[in-house]
């Protein structure tokens, strides 16, 4: 069972212009939604994150926005460029109480910004 | 946000040989995280090593397959044990920074043939 749904699978956006990147999830006990960011060859980086009593945050040019009723969040990238080029995964902590803490990631969107 | 440092950065295997990959961190974290990355594909966690305690292993890991040590506050090993094909993956830990972020290392990537 996919707890966290991501999609599109594949973005081509030109460049200046807004991609958009969707998540959705079922389980109610995630408190942290993180996006990250990943280039071929290099880990994970986190771009920006949330939780579930705020419905928007803006860092630069990445918005997160989210809809707790709707169980969904997503990623705005605006004035888009090439370099915004990369793979993005969003993700889910839940909140636990054993202490376990690991990140539920969606499947990825690759993103291409073309110029 | 931590610095986090793996070795190998890749390694090609042989069938049914260990590998054991080291993850070091420039400051002390209480949790460490190993994540596996098939190829072209999302992340999946592994287990959740604190410092002083046994690992805690995700549905569908074992440590007998992926024994894991957390000897500090700033190193970790996870050990690939009698590997197979299907273990080619790229292996990634993780820290938990001081509220819920995680920051990844650069990953180690492994074949194996």
């Known amino acids: 069972q996919q707890q966290v749904k991501q999609s599109p699978q594949s973005l081509i956006v030109q460049k200046g212009g807004i991609p958009i990147i969707n998540c959705a999830y079922e389980?109610?006990?995630?408190?942290?939604f993180p996006w990250y960011q990943q280039f071929p060859g290099k880990g994970p980086a986190l771009l920006i994150a949330i939780r579930p009593d705020v419905s928007e945050k803006k860092e630069g040019r990445f918005t997160i926005s989210f809809n707790k009723s709707a169980k969904q969040f997503s990623l705005h990238i605006m004035d888009s460029q090439p370099g915004d080029s990369a793979t993005y995964f969003c993700?889910?902590?839940?909140?636990?109480?054993?202490?376990?803490?690991?990140?539920?990631f969606g499947k990825g969107t690759h993103l291409i910004i073309q110029p | 946000s931590a610095v986090i440092s793996q070795k190998p950065s890749r390694d090609i295997c042989q069938r049914g040989t260990s590998l054991t990959i080291q993850c070091q961190v420039d400051s002390q974290v209480t949790m460490m995280f190993w994540y596996r990355q098939q190829p072209g594909q999302s992340l999946t966690l592994i287990a959740t090593?604190?410092?002083?305690?046994?690992?805690?292993?995700e549905s569908g890991f074992v440590i007998d397959k992926f024994p894991i040590s957390r000897p500090n506050l700033t190193f970790s090993t996870l050990t690939v044990s009698n590997m197979s094909p299907e273990d080619s993956s790229i292996y990634l830990c993780s820290t938990r920074g001081a509220l819920y972020e995680q920051y990844f290392g650069p990953g180690t990537r492994l074949t194996v043939t």
């Open positions: 090593a604190n410092q002083g305690s046994e690992a805690t292993y």
């Open positions: 389980n109610t006990a995630f408190d942290y």
């Open positions: 993700a889910a902590r839940e909140r636990s109480g054993g202490g376990a803490d690991g990140l539920t």
